[in-house]
């Protein structure tokens, strides 16, 4: 991967997440060396339905800031979720101590949106359909609400995009941020998603396509590559990445000796006539895999590990198995999730995947705590990773990291 010095690579300066896993980098870091599982029930949902929201600790930050500024109480919790982990990720990246914090774009995006306001909205105009609405209504329940907010709350004024391609949105935010910076429209982007769906409504969706799962929450409800059963379980959280358009040159002179670097998102669709959008042969993966690698000019044998979607569905964990074989080959890279931690977070998953795939390459993370079929006695330094996300309707995109060596590029 030799660049000259003055090539420039899209480097992840930040990076900021609110989760099960926790609401501090310190915090995550612990559960993913612990493996520590974040699901409980909740008396409102049914005691029978596992599900996993943020950690204790990082509803303590949100209550925090809630207090130290009373107007985002009204609102919701998915645009709540997304400022906390968009001001880690900019204070990580050192951004907030310079006058051009301003000229931030941010692309933040979330697959159901407002779920818990526009459920609540809905209740009361169901009891009272006469009753004029509040005007907070229609504002609260934008999709724009969430890059629209964090903005306010760093004072920033650059590109503002808020989106939702279902459970992909995530990681076609990092696209959408990557041809911003290419472009040179943009010298830094925050990205991202964000996702608070543990409402009754969107439970019951997920149930009704009988895909949830029939664990309690104490008996780890989430189990990914399960071939027997369906165990998907919902869960909340966002995690947010701080992109800045860089240099060699420029990262040297910041004192660093290796950067994390955004080298592909590859996208994928596929047609397909079940409601999901999902072909046994995971069609939508093999596309966004395949293109990933090309963007990057790299062979599949040069992934090292590869964080899966795996969502817990035994459709769409074996389309994804089918993908990757045939893409990468039968000597697949290590395989990881997250998921059997702390269960999908629909539009914000390819965000915390994102944030394993950074742990993973940085060493932050031990790779023996894998989820793979294969075994393994020992392993070299993941150099490589790439992150697999798909959603209803088809659609799928691949993200690939690398760690970049600065010493190596002198």
Known sequence: MDRGRDQEWIVIRGVGSVSGLGGTPEEVQASYASGKTAF?????????????????AA??????????????T???????????????????????????????????????????MFEQFHADFLKEPGKRLSPSVSPSTTLGNVASWVAHDLQASGPLISHSVTC??????????????????????LVGGT??????????????????????????PCRPLN????????????????????TLGEMQSLGLTEAVVLLAVGMGYERSPSKTGLSAEGFHFQAAMRDALKQASLAPSAIDALVLHAPGTKAGDSAELQAVESVLGPEAPLFFTNKNQIGHSLGASGALSAELAMA?????????????????????AISFVMVNAAGFGGNA?????HRLSLDQQS
């Open 397 to 401: 995109a691949s993200l690939l990291l």
């Open 360 to 380: 993973l390459v940085s060493g932050k993370v031990s790779p023996l705590r894998q989820l793979s079929t294969m075994p393994f006695s020992s392993y070299t």
């Open 74 to 116: 009204s609102l919701d919790r998915t645009v709540q979720l997304a400022i906390l982990a968009a001001r880690q990720a900019v204070a990580q990246a050192g951004w907030q101590k310079e006058e051009s914090a301003a000229s931030i774009g941010i692309n933040i995006g979330s697959s159901r949106g407002a779920t818990g």
């Open 227 to 246: 071939r027997d059963t369906n165990t998907f379980v919902l869960g909340e959280g966002a995690a947010v990445f701080a992109l800045e358009r860089m």
């Open 168 to 189: 992909s949105t995530a990681l076609q935010a990092f696209a959408n941020g990557v041809a911003w910076l290419k472009a040179g429209m943009a010298k830094r982007f």
């Open 59 to 72: 509803e303590h930050l949100l209550q925090s800031l809630l207090l130290e500024n009373t107007t985002y």
């Open 195 to 220: 996702e608070a769906p543990l409402t009754p409504f969107t439970i019951a969706q997920m149930k009704s396509i009988g895909i949830y799962s029939k664990y309690k929450a104490e008996e780890k």
């Open 40 to 56: 409980t029930s909740l008396p409102s949902l049914g005691n029978d339905t596992p599900v996993s929201p943020i950690s204790p």
